[in-house]
């Protein structure tokens, strides 16, 4: 087994060791892995174009590694434990045997209906174990998945589709959501409509939600099992090869797809599982996301199983039946390691104790963050009241982009500290610039966060567009990864992550781009112009604020912004539904038809003086009328 951390002193040493010969410390802990054909170079890199390779050359398929290498100690250990939206449903548990003979006989379906490595699968399915056999299975052939959140909307859907040019589609009748069903193949259908690539859909009946099955195209799941093998040998596959494609949001565009790698994205989610969350053999490990994100293909997934943990999924949300669904899980199933939003715990405090005393809570021994940064507030009654003082939490910070965790404590190990993601785990070497790109060195800085030297989950491309992985990564700052995030580096040497620092909005711990999102008001035949911005909501982390343009000759204000969301809600999905509109007469605009979004900025937050110069703007009356009526926005 490779070297799991015990000490600060320990730490110190590997995060040491790991940056004065990176070569010597990932070839040690790759050097545990299953591997067809051994790599020739552990690392070739630069940061210009950009180019980065991990164990160059080398074979491997990550499913022998999370199967094959476990089943003669492991067999019977659960691997995923599935705990239904409804408490009365009968909870699934799946052994790595189990779980080994139902990805084979998956990946035997995906080959019968023509799928082979390098084809694009897309995966659009509620959080059952059927999921995670679909990514597995996926892997297991070598065809690229790409998960797209069910939430999503059939338009965000098929811009996915057609992007990557995927040539099956796997999803189900309907999804439950508390106590809720979305049709979740009736938007399937509605993609498809603008869509050319999809010779194959496979339907998993969940909810019994009628659906239409067109002939030809789509198949049920159980019908497309019987009788099919429980054997696979798995695909070999180059070290370089795409695993998987996940689409994210940026500054600018639609959402690009961020390619992650089979070798370096298995030793790096492997790495940080085992060293973040402190996993020991027997432990029952909890990760609240969907897998429609990276922290669901990381850290409920691949990172997890190939540690040969118990992974726990849970198909339903933190409300239902009542706000303490959670807690009630965590008793149940005994939980040891517990990961969750700070959106999550946010909205849970707001229901105050009550849901929570009825538990004991006393199996769980790390407590763990992902998405935004945690308010000190929400940090201490998460500490206080779920970790009873006891347990250690993992700010983790990390991005799509870069596959696996990046900066966080190491559970019980190092420090922790209020609101901080702390220090950078072995392998990663943070550095903060100033907007010039100029290094700022020492303690107590401000500035922005890149990364100097590679690390194996590092992103290799945005798919079909190698350019667009450049421009929106590598061009700001010559020689460096760029976050896109704001930091602060303490007197202690601890980092805090202070937000985006470019147009990117997080809501409840999504991305969200905020030119897709005026993109999309802007459709409602009505907007004639708008902008968008975050601002502090008290559950989301940050809301959307729209300022909007609109001709409103023959509606009222109201019926005008329902419209308005509704239109969001089909072309993005529900999450990007604005929280507050404001019409308004104008927008401030520099000279060259610039939106000064720092103005609006501020206006959403509440403050309605020191914009600074404005006289630069084609008409700076407009911020006074803008201000005046900011208590319309709703
Ligand atoms: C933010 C999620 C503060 C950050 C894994 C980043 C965080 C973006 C943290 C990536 C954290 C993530 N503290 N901010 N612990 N974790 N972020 O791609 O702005 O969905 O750039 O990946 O979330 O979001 P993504």
Redesign the pocket.
């Known amino acids: 087994m490779a070297r799991k951390i015990h000490t600060l002193a320990g730490y110190i040493h590997e995060y040491q060791r790991s940056i004065l010969d990176p070569d010597a410390f990932w070839t040690q802990i790759a050097e545990t892995f299953h591997w067809q054909k051994n790599w020739s170079s552990v690392v070739e890199w630069e940061f210009e174009t950009p180019s980065v390779k991990w164990f160059v050359n080398g074979k491997l398929n990550i499913t022998e590694n999370i199967f094959e290498r476990y089943l003669h100690t492991k067999k019977n250990k659960p691997a995923i434990i599935w705990e239904p939206n409804d408490p009365k449903e009968a909870s699934i548990t799946l052994t790595y045997l189990e779980l080994y003979e139902k990805t084979c006989q998956f990946a035997n379906v995906l080959i019968k209906n023509g799928v082979v490595k390098g084809d694009r699968v897309i995966i659009y399915m509620p959080m059952v174990p059927e999921a995670a056999i679909a990514m597995l299975a996926c892997a297991r052939i070598g065809a690229i998945h790409s998960v797209v959140f069910a939430g999503f909307s059939a338009n965000s859907l098929s811009d996915r589709i057609n992007d990557c040019k995927a040539k099956m589609v796997l999803t189900s009748d309907g999804n439950f959501r508390g106590a809720k069903t979305f049709p979740v193949k009736e938007v399937v259908d509605e993609a498809l409509k603008t869509t050319s690539t999809i010779e194959k859909v496979i339907v998993l009946e969940r909810t019994k939600t009628p659906v239409n099955m067109q002939k030809g195209r789509d198949f049920w799941w159980h019908e497309e099992l019987e009788g099919v093998s429980k054997e696979n040998i798995a695909e070999t596959m180059d070290s370089e090869d795409t695993l998987f494609i996940l689409y ?1 949001s940026g500054s600018t565009g639609k959402p690009k797809g ?1 390619v992650h790698s089979c070798g370096g994205y298995m030793i790096y989610t492997y790495y940080t599982f085992k060293n973040v969350f402190q996993y020991s053999d027997d432990d029952v490990y909890w990760c609240t996301a969907d897998i429609g ?3 669901g293909h ?1 850290y409920i997934v691949y990172g997890p199983l190939l540690e040969g943990a118990t992974t726990l999924m849970f198909e339903g949300v933190p409300t239902y039946p009542n706000p303490g669904r959670f807690w009630a899980i965590v008793d149940k199933y005994k939980v040891n390691q517990f990961y969750t939003a ?1 959106t999550a715990i946010r909205a849970l405090e707001a229901y105050g104790l009550d849901p929570v005393l009825p538990y004991k809570l006393d199996s769980l021994k790390v407590l763990g ?6 308010n000190e507030e929400a940090w201490h009654w998460y500490h206080d009241h779920i970790g009873k003082g006891r347990c250690p939490i993992v ?8 596959g696996g ?1 990046l ?2 404590p190491l559970a019980g190990i190092t420090p922790t500290k209020p609101a901080y ?1 702390t220090l950078p785990l072995p392998g990663i070497q943070p550095i903060i610039v100033d907007n010039d790109g100029k290094e700022l060195k020492g303690n107590s800085v401000e500035g922005n966060l890149c990364i100097k030297y590679p690390w194996p989950g590092i992103i290799r491309t945005t798919w079909g567009d190698h350019d667009r992985c450049y421009q929106s990564y590598f061009s700001q700052f010559k020689g460096l990864y760029f ?3 704001g930091v602060k580096r303490d007197e202690d040497g601890y980092y805090r ?4 620092v470019d147009d ?1 909005i ?1 809501v409840s ?3 969200m781009g905020t030119a897709e999102v005026e993109n999309a008001i802007n459709e409602h035949p009505k907007v004639i112009e708008s902008a968008v911005v975050g601002y502090p909501h008290p559950i989301k982390g940050q809301g959307i604020y729209a300022f909007a343009i609109c001709d409103m000759s023959d509606r009222s204000e109201d019926n005008l912004k329902n419209e308005i969301r509704v239109t969001v809600s089909n072309i993005i999905g529900p999450i990007a539904k604005p929280d507050k509109i404001q019409i308004v007469p104008g927008l401030p605009k520099t000279r060259s038809g610039k939106i000064m979004r720092r103005i609006l900025r501020k206006i959403a937050n509440g403050e309605h003086d020191n914009f600074g110069d404005i006289s630069t703007l084609l008409d700076p009356d407009v911020v006074e009328k803008i201000i005046e009526d900011v208590d319309s926005a709703s």
Do not use: F, K, M, Y
């Not at 700010?395 to 870069?402: A, L, S, V």
């Not at 992550?497 to 985006?500: A, D, E, F, S, V």
């Open positions: 994210t961020v994100w990276i922290t990381s700070p963050t992902v998405g935004e940064p945690i700010d983790t910070w990390w991005q799509t982009e870069t965790i900066i966080s993601a976050t896109g995030d992550i202070l937000g985006r990117v997080n711990g999504h991305r």
